[in-house]
Nanobody
Framework: QVQLGESGGGLVQSGGSLSVSCAAS????????MGWFRQAPGKEREFVAA????????FYADSVKGRFTISRDNAKNTVYLQMNSLKPEDTAAYYC???????????????????WGQGTQVTVSS
C-alpha cells in the first residue's frame, strides 16, 4: 500500500523560510517522479514543483521559481520543498504526490499523479 506523509508545515512571517518534507512507503521511491502541489481555500489545486526520478531534472511554477527548491533523498524515501522569501499568497495546504510514468509535458498536471499525501498547512502572515 502506497503511503505519502507530509510534515513541516506551520506559520511563518512574510519573507521567512519554511521546509516541508514528504516520506513515502510502499513504493520503489527512486522510480517515481515526485511533485508538490498546493491548494488555497476556494482555489483549484496548483502545481508548485516536481523532481524526476533519481533527481534527474527539477521543474517549478513561475510563481515560486527562484524562491522554492525541491530535492529528494532516495535512500530515505523522502522529498523536500525548501521555501524561502515566503509571501502571503503562498498560504495553502501543500500536498506531495507521486507518479510512476508520464510524458514530460504533463508533469504539472495533478491528474497525472496516482498517489497523494494528506497535506500540510503553510500559512504566511503579512
Amino acid at each position: 500500500q502506497v503511503q505519502l506523509g507530509e510534515s513541516g508545515g506551520g506559520l511563518v512571517q512574510s519573507g521567512g523560510s519554511l521546509s516541508v518534507s514528504c516520506a513515502a512507503s510502499g513504493v520503489t521511491f527512486a522510480t517515481y517522479t515526485m511533485g508538490w502541489f498546493r491548494q488555497a481555500p476556494g482555489k483549484e489545486r496548483e502545481f508548485v514543483a516536481a523532481i524526476r526520478r533519481s533527481g534527474g531534472g527539477t521543474f517549478y511554477a513561475d510563481s515560486v521559481k527562484g524562491r522554492f527548491t525541491i530535492s529528494r533523498d532516495n535512500a530515505k524515501n523522502t522529498v523536500y520543498l525548501q521555501m524561502n522569501s515566503l509571501k502571503p499568497e503562498d498560504t495553502a495546504a501543500y500536498y506531495c504526490a507521486a507518479r510512476r510514468t508520464g510524458i514530460l509535458s504533463t508533469i504539472q498536471d495533478p491528474a497525472q499523479y496516482a498517489y497523494w499525501g494528506q497535506g500540510t498547512q503553510v500559512t504566511v502572515s503579512s
